[in-house]
């Protein structure tokens, strides 16, 4: 097996030498040398991560393949507890529909089916050095690229269909701000340090969405514990924001406040 051939599912079925193996082919191409081959589950499956270091910076192996990217709202339910305090954020002036499913629905992208190569990502975001227009022209001269936003998300979720990358909760009682322990700073299936920071806000090649967090905006606003949270899902791509905001005639201005992640092709 090559790594060109490599997807998500083969990934998880590989046993740990063969993994290795792949890791090192990564890392003759990457230039760099294997940090480590870890053993993890996810989904209930067997996963392997792997960190590959190259010119000082950690890089996660991204398998890739055909995957299917975004939230399937015909196929989720909100608890009475998400649906009541989306309510109440609604009552105080927030939301974009009259419930927790057309909220959604304005917010998260839609249910698809991609091709993606295997790539190396970043295992951390980096703040922007550059305004966002010139970013692209920044990191190729490392041999470097930003992401497209199907990347961050597939590398996000690695596969899973929850609303998070962690599942379909989180905690009602508080922000992701105020919840020091809480699943977003765990590391992800492939070991991504990813959808972990509401006052982050990652941006890719595309231009009409930021991933991984709103820039504190709904922490700052008083949003509410739910819509706290959903910058951190996985499909959420904050059009409003991106659109009206990020790469907007602020955002010239404010490239510092902004992050990305940079992807190594293999």
Known sequence: MSLTDLTLDQWRSLDLSTARRLARQAADLAGGHVVAVEAAEHLGARLHRVRIERDGQEFALVPGGTVTLGFDLDAWQP??????????????????????????????SPRRRVTLATVLMAVEDENLTEPAADMPAV???RGLRMPNSDEWEHACGAGATTLFRWGDD?????????????????????????????YRTELTSDVTAVHGGDGGESACGGYGHLLGWLPLATANRHPFLATEFVYGPEGEDMYEDFSTRPVLAL
Do not use: W
Request: charged residues 20%; proline residues 10%.
């Open 139 to 141: 990191l190729a001269a």
């Open 170 to 198: 989180c905690s009602l009682d508080r922000i992701p701000y105020d919840d020091p322990l809480g699943p977003q700073h765990r590391p992800n299936a492939l070991g991504l340090h990813i959808a972990y920071d509401t």
């Open 79 to 108: 608890t009475p507890e998400q649906a009541a305090d989306y309510q109440e954020s609604l009552e105080e002036g927030f939301g974009y529909g009259p419930d927790l499913r057309a909220h959604l629905a304005q917010v998260l």
